[in-house]
């Protein structure tokens, strides 16, 4: 009896909250496996990872050694170091021609911790914001986790994958949305919005009373038309980046947010409880990052040969069908014609060509099992090697 009662109570004090119970990120399996057969001494051809395989810029890393010589790496202010929040308002004026007060940037730890504050701040308990499938499953995961509703709303062809002011209202009738969150370029899809459906779906949104978040991590990686930031259409979006992707600084956890201006200080407040401040030695280092932005285009030149690669060589291939690649270093392809279970399409495809690349079910519970995500972050001789055993292996 008094075990039983024990057991009990060590239940009660060990049980992990429902909100924490999210679903685990199925790419880390791909991840594991393709491991497995490295060290079994094969040779895979990763493009399951969606991160750059170039380092920071030099500026960046020289800027990071001269901070740790220097001495003592302190706090910074909870909104970020001043020059910095300067350097990126600079940034928007230079890449958009948009106006942006330095009192309105605040760096964050990498878009990641942007998404937090910004729902925290945004969004009460219960909240429901509308996200597009197929779409970076994080944005659900922390919505939930933090007690919003996510709602997710289906994109098509029809549209390039791009949420509709109509779609979105639609939902907002059948039960009543408080915001809304796009990415473009986006993640898996690789696709982007163009100047109108961006505007249509902001004035759409706003209209109805629908708070507007903008994901522009992937920014600065457009190919097909130049992206266009949420910053200039509207001043009550927020707008999400990152120092992750265009200046390959994954590690480095910094990003920043445009912030609507009455939501500064409710954030500052937020920042200085959850986290004082983000790494010093990362946003020193982000701010000389701009520096080297002749580098980065140069990383950003290999990626437009990569995808011109897959474009041309994934048909010849047998994977003819995918989204348009208009940005970011993704390409969804339609493997339905192979399978209707892209985890187990993914997962023979690595063990018998040694190509890894994502299944879409991560990116969309509905109709991610007829897609797979191949990332092109990598080197143009990856991506030919990768063409070639998947002719091999599917002809
Ligand atoms: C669409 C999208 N948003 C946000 C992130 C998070 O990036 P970070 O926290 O490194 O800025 C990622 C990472 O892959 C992403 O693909």
Same mark, same amino acid.
């Given at each position: 009896?008094?075990?039983?009662?024990?057991?009990?109570?060590?239940?009660?004090?060990?049980?992990?909250?429902?909100?924490? #119970?999210?679903?685990?990120?199925?790419?880390? @399996?791909?991840?594991?496996?393709?491991?497995?057969?490295?060290?079994?001494?094969?040779?895979?051809?990763?493009?399951?990872?969606?991160?750059?395989?170039?380092?920071?810029?030099?500026?960046?890393?020289?800027?990071?050694?001269?901070?740790?010589?220097?001495?003592?790496?302190?706090?910074?202010? $909870?909104?970020?170091?001043?020059?910095? *929040?300067?350097?990126?308002?600079?940034?928007?004026?230079?890449?958009?021609?948009?106006?942006? @007060?330095?009192?309105? +940037?605040?760096?964050?730890?990498?878009?990641?911790?942007?998404? +937090?504050?910004?729902?925290?701040?945004?969004? &009460?308990?219960?909240?429901?914001?509308?996200?597009?499938?197929?779409?970076?499953?994080?944005?659900?995961?922390?919505?939930?986790?933090? /007690?919003?509703?996510?709602?997710?709303?289906?994109?098509?062809? &029809?549209?390039?994958?791009?949420?509709? /002011? @109509? $779609?979105?209202?639609?939902?907002?009738?059948?039960?009543?949305?408080?915001?809304?969150?796009? /990415?473009?370029?986006?993640? %898996?899809?690789?696709?982007?919005?163009?100047?109108?459906?961006?505007?249509?779906?902001?004035?759409?949104?706003?209209?109805?009373?629908?708070?507007?978040?903008? #994901?522009?991590?992937?920014?600065?990686?457009?190919?097909?038309? %130049?992206?266009?930031?949420?910053?200039?259409?509207?001043?009550?979006?927020?707008?999400?980046?990152?120092?992750?992707?265009?200046?390959? =600084?994954?590690?480095?956890?910094?990003?920043?947010?445009?912030?609507?201006?009455?939501?500064?200080?409710?954030?500052?407040?937020?920042?200085?409880?959850?986290?004082?401040?983000?790494?010093?030695?990362?946003?020193?280092?982000? &701010?000389?990052?701009?520096?080297?932005?002749?580098? =980065?285009?140069?990383?950003?030149?290999?990626?437009?040969?990569?995808? *011109?690669?897959?474009?041309?060589?994934?048909?010849?291939?047998?994977?003819?069908?995918?989204?348009?690649? @208009? /940005?970011?270093?993704?390409?969804?392809?339609?493997?339905?014609?192979?399978?209707?279970?892209?985890?187990?399409?993914?997962?023979? =495809?690595?063990?018998?060509?040694?190509?890894?690349?994502? %299944?879409?079910?991560?990116? #969309? %519970?509905?109709?991610?099992?007829?897609?797979?995500?191949?990332?092109?972050?990598?080197?143009?001789?990856?991506?030919?090697?990768?063409?070639?055993?998947?002719?091999?292996?599917?002809?």
């Amino acid at each position: 009896m008094l075990e039983a009662t024990l057991r009990e109570r060590a239940r009660n004090l060990l049980t992990a909250s429902g909100r924490s #119970d999210v679903p685990p990120f199925m790419v880390m @399996d791909v991840m594991a496996a393709a491991d497995r057969i490295e060290a079994a001494g094969g040779h895979v051809v990763h493009m399951e990872v969606g991160q750059p395989a170039a380092p920071a810029p030099k500026t960046a890393i020289s800027a990071a050694h001269a901070a740790l010589d220097s001495g003592r790496i302190d706090y910074t202010s $909870a909104l970020g170091i001043p020059s910095l *929040r300067q350097r990126i308002a600079r940034h928007y004026r230079e890449a958009y021609g948009c106006a942006v @007060d330095a009192e309105r +940037i605040v760096i964050t730890t990498g878009s990641s911790g942007a998404f +937090i504050l910004g729902f925290l701040v945004m969004f &009460e308990p219960g909240d429901r914001v509308a996200v597009t499938v197929p779409g970076y499953p994080p944005y659900r995961h922390i919505l939930t986790a933090l /007690g919003c509703e996510p709602v997710l709303i289906e994109t098509s062809s &029809e549209t390039r994958h791009a949420l509709t /002011g @109509d $779609a979105l209202l639609a939902a907002h009738h059948r039960t009543p949305l408080k915001g809304v969150l796009v /990415g473009s370029p986006a993640n %898996p899809t690789g696709t982007m919005m163009s100047r109108e459906a961006l505007t249509s779906l902001i004035t759409a949104a706003e209209s109805a009373g629908i708070r507007f978040i903008s #994901d522009e991590i992937y920014h600065g990686l457009d190919y097909a038309f %130049p992206a266009v930031t949420a910053a200039e259409l509207s001043p009550h979006a927020l707008v999400i980046n990152s120092f992750s992707k265009y200046f390959c =600084m994954t590690g480095w956890r910094v990003g920043w947010m445009v912030v609507p201006e009455p939501l500064v200080r409710p954030i500052e407040r937020l920042q200085q409880n959850l986290a004082i401040s983000v790494p010093t030695l990362s946003q020193i280092a982000a &701010e000389a990052a701009f520096e080297g932005r002749e580098e =980065m285009e140069e990383v950003k030149r290999g990626y437009q040969e990569n995808r *011109r690669i897959l474009i041309t060589g994934l048909p010849q291939a047998g994977l003819n069908k995918f989204l348009p690649a @208009d /940005g970011a270093f993704y390409l969804y392809a339609d493997v339905s014609e192979f399978t209707s279970n892209s985890f187990e399409f993914a997962k023979r =495809m690595l063990e018998q060509a040694h190509v890894a690349a994502t %299944p879409g079910i991560d990116f #969309d %519970p509905v109709h991610g099992h007829q897609f797979v995500r191949f990332s092109y972050a990598r080197s143009a001789d990856d991506m030919r090697e990768a063409v070639a055993r998947i002719a091999r292996w599917l002809g």
